[in-house]
Nanobody, 121 residues
Framework: QVQLAESGGGLVQIGGSLRLSCQAS????????MGWYRQAPGQQRELVAS???????NYADSVKGRFTISRDYVGNAVYLEMNGLQAEDTAVYYC???????????????WGQGTQVTVSS
């Protein structure tokens, strides 16, 4: 089994910062990509940022220049540094691993449970 544990969400004022963490656990051999998605009430889940196994990153236009994704390849963790938070960043943020390989073979994709980020004035 592969599990993802997210932390770091919370309530922050407009213009503030938060750092989200996601730790993958289990008999993991490799992970292709790790990323963060978010879902606001009444909205579809959307990609915020992702980082590939080779270090390539991808960001939603709405967060470019404000959010930074980083990855611990040895520890199987991914982080999202969020600066200049705006009210529209309020959402549940989900960690996702794409293409997880465990020691017994290919596991597939895995989502975390989500962590709430609320940005208020």
């Amino acid at each position: 089994q592969v599990q993802l544990a997210e932390s770091g969400g919370g309530l922050v004022q407009i213009g503030g910062s938060l750092r989200l963490s996601c730790q993958a656990s289990g008999s993991i051999f490799a992970i292709d990509a790790m990323g963060w998605y978010r879902q606001a009430p009444g909205q579809q889940r959307e990609l915020v940022a992702s980082v590939s196994s080779s270090g390539g990153t991808n960001y939603a236009d709405s967060v470019k220049g404000r959010f930074t994704i980083s990855r611990d390849y040895v520890g199987n963790a991914v982080y999202l540094e969020m600066n200049g938070l705006q009210a529209e960043d309020t959402a549940v943020y989900y960690c996702k691993c794409d293409g997880v390989y465990v020691h017994s073979g290919y596991f597939g994709d895995q989502w975390g449970q989500g962590t709430q980020v609320t940005v208020s004035s």
